[in-house]
């Protein structure tokens, strides 16, 4: 990996985003907040993002903190994930408590208890297209990159491909229950333009 991969996300801008932790009263992170819809004639929606795949033209900040996350995936050993973690200074929002261990949940919520299936719903999304998200005027700085771009796409408008991709990031179960709520709520991975790991967890 780059050895100025710290020094590249410590030199760049903080983006903003407060963890969102299930009932521990935190604020919600930037790039979840949807404005409240003021009355008024119905509105246009703006058409999806677009999606991208592979690796051409992501930042290379990004391009780091994707290469530390494969590694640990390489690895198969879930404390390996501890190195992309601690490497920022505003720590990944997990969907856990302020303070909790990030190993010690990993292996909790994975079906192995040893954290591998963490990193191969990981290692899925990876794979997968991702888009790309303004958060502000400042367009060099203020973008996020989210994977998968299901996560900002809306499911009922999904395709036969786009199925496929989804069932194979989420069960058939999980899938329905997606589906009916009109949101993905499965695995998402965010990573800031400065390359700082802002996000890995379920839910909205």
């Known amino acids: 990996m780059r050895r100025n991969i710290k020094s ?3 030199a760049a801008p903080i983006l903003l985003l407060a963890l969102n932790v299930s009932g521990t009263g935190a604020p919600a992170p930037a790039w979840s907040q949807t404005a409240k819809p003021k009355p008024g004639p119905p509105q246009k929606q703006p058409p999806p993002p677009e999606v991208r795949y592979g690796t051409k033209g992501l930042p290379q900040p990004v391009l780091d903190m994707r290469e530390a996350l494969l590694a640990a995936i ?30 010690q949940h990993w292996k909790r919520i994975s079906g192995d208890g040893q954290g591998r299936e963490v990193l191969a719903a990981l290692s899925l999304i990876l794979d997968a297209g991702y888009v790309v998200l303004p958060l502000g005027p400042d367009l060099e700085n203020n973008r996020v990159y989210v994977w998968p771009y299901l996560a900002e796409w809306p499911l009922g ?12 990031l989420a069960p058939p179960s999980a899938v329905r229950e997606m589906k009916e ?7 998402r991975l965010v990573i800031g333009a400065d390359g700082t790991w802002h996000a890995l967890r379920k839910g909205d």
């Open 157 to 168: 408008k999904l395709t036969p491909r786009q199925e496929v991709e989804l069932l194979r």
């Open 74 to 103: 390489e690895s198969g050993d879930i404390e390996d994930l501890r190195h992309a973690y601690e490497i920022n200074d505003l720590k990944p929002d997990l969907g856990a408590a302020p303070k909790t261990d990030p190993v």
């Open 8 to 10: 590249g996300l410590l």
């Open 181 to 187: 709520k009109g949101k993905y709520t499965y695995w």
